[in-house]
């Protein structure tokens, strides 16, 4: 397999949620660590991107942190900072709001992509939605990141439409469950309470 690296996007305003969402809890510990863990189980390299490290002292010390070079870019600015720190041909993007993220799915995007060459990523749909947050791109393709933002643009669908993305459908109700409001977080919450997760 090629060699693999994390990027945990958590740059982010957090307006919905109104409180960090990285630092919520689930399974009483913060969803940045959860998320982190699995990383770390496939993944030889993992970055956390973000403008203040300090609070998430609670990490791993195998975990790296970078700043975003091109900042308020949303998103699309935070991966092509985090590709700045690996070289790595694969780079498996997760923003810090998908607590449920499997390795499983992780190791088989990794698959899905070395069958194909030509292809720049793989991008899930689950629950008829495109996940370019939960996505394994080409470190080639840092490029298109950058000359997103520097075209002023700032949408991951600006992106994905310049890049040559496999996708494929998974459909599990949580595993891309995406915690953007207090009511996802609940949602998140009752899933664990309910045993509803693998
Ligand atoms: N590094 C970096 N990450 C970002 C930036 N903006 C958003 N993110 C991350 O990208 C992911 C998706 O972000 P959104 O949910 O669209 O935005 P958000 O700012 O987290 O939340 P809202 O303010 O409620 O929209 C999250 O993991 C964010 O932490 C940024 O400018 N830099």
């Given at each position: 397999m090629e060699q693999l690296h994390g990027i945990v996007l958590a740059g982010g305003q957090s307006r919905r949620m109104k409180e960090p969402k990285e630092l919520l809890l689930l399974h009483n510990e913060p969803v940045l660590l959860l998320i982190c863990r699995q990383l770390l189980a496939v993944c030889e390299r993992v970055t956390v991107v973000t403008?203040?490290?300090?609070?998430?002292?609670?990490?791993?010390?195998?975990v790296r942190f970078a700043k975003d070079?091109?900042?308020?870019?949303?998103p699309v600015g935070g991966i092509h900072a985090g590709m700045e720190k690996s070289n790595y041909p694969l780079q498996f993007v997760i923003a810090?709001?998908?607590?449920?993220?499997r390795t499983k799915t992780i190791m088989k995007m990794v698959q899905c992509l070395e069958q194909d060459p030509s292809r720049d990523g793989v991008v899930p749909i689950a629950n008829e939605k495109l996940h370019p947050l939960y996505a394994l791109y080409r470190r080639r393709t840092q490029a298109s990141f950058e000359q997103i933002v520097k075209s002023g643009r700032r949408r991951m669908m600006d992106v994905i439409e310049e890049l040559n993305i496999k996708t494929f459908t998974q459909n599990d109700p949580?595993?891309?469950?995406?915690?953007?409001t207090p009511v996802e977080y609940a949602r998140a919450q009752h899933a664990i309470n309910m045993n509803l997760i693998d």
């Open positions: 403008a203040d490290p300090s609070p998430y002292s609670f990490l791993p010390s195998m070079i091109y900042q308020n870019c949303g810090c709001d998908y607590p449920f993220v949580y595993e891309f469950l995406n915690m953007n």
